[in-house]
T-cell receptor
Framework: ETAVFQTPNYHVTQVGNEVSFNCKQT?????MYWYKQDSKKLLKIMFS???????VNETVPRRFSPQSSDKAHLNLRIKSVEPEDSAVYLC?????????????FGEGSKLTVL | GDSVTQMQGQVTLSEDDFLFINCTYS??????LFWYVQYPGEGPQLLLK?????NKGISRGFEATYDKGTTSFHLQKASVQESDSAVYYC??????????FGAGTRLAVCP
């Protein structure tokens, strides 16, 4: 049963446009994440957010920014998309930090940049 | 930092075949090891967890074993079905309370 909800599931846009992906979790978890999954299925963490503490993967370009209104929501904004941003963006949540290993993922938001 | 290596990028089997996926890892801390599975059109989900205390995990017909001496971690299933077709990730929780995902193994099971 899905408990991490992502919208939209698909988005096609052109280079230079702004894109936002929304994520909501109904599990009562205190930590949320954004992962990027490329065409080879490689998963890379982009951000984690816990109690208003944001941890950023230093390899993430500055055009990406997370936005959170409360611990159940973590959105992802891309200011000016590039072709290499085409990927599936996966939102996840956990009770406690990554180290618990028990992440719950959404179904993903697939971005195609033309 | 920690690292996880899954050498098998793609595995193709027939139904009722035996599945064995190997994973090696490196960490400076006491690891907890996981296998995640991602079915088509879905996000990854936790399949199995193995700690250094129990050395083995079993779930949904899958079995994971851990070998501290070789720092390896295997996933196996005696008889795969077409519905097992998915991507399987080896994941390590080690240093600095972080998760490290392997590159994933795509399993295709033919009827």
């Amino acid at each position: 049963e899905t408990a991490v909800f992502q919208t939209p599931n698909y988005h096609v846009t052109q280079v230079g446009n702004e894109v936002s992906f929304n994520c909501k979790q109904t599990l009562g978890h205190d930590t949320m994440y954004w992962y990027k999954q490329d065409s080879k299925k490689l998963l890379k963490i982009m951000f984690s957010y816990n109690n208003k503490q944001l941890i950023v993967n230093e390899t993430v370009p500055r055009r990406f920014s997370p936005q959170s209104s409360d611990k159940a929501h973590l959105n992802l904004r891309i200011k000016s998309v590039e072709p290499e941003d085409s990927a599936v963006y996966l939102c996840a949540s956990s009770l406690g930090g990554q180290g618990t290993g028990q992440l719950y993922f959404g179904e993903g938001s697939k971005l195609t940049v033309l | 930092g920690d690292s996880v290596t899954q050498m098998q990028g793609q595995v193709t089997l027939s139904e009722d075949d035996f599945l064995f996926i190997n994973c090696t890892y490196s960490t400076t801390w006491y690891p907890t090891l996981f296998w995640y599975v991602q079915y088509p059109g879905e996000g990854p989900q936790l399949l199995l967890k193995v700690t250094t205390a129990n050395n083995k995990g079993i779930s949904r017909g899958f079995e994971a074993t851990y070998d501290k001496g070789t720092t390896s971690f295997h996933l196996q299933k005696a008889s795969v079905q077409e519905s097992d077709s998915a991507v399987y990730y080896c994941v390590v929780s080690g240093s600095f309370n972080k998760l490290t995902f392997g590159a994933g193994t795509r399993l295709a099971v033919c009827p």
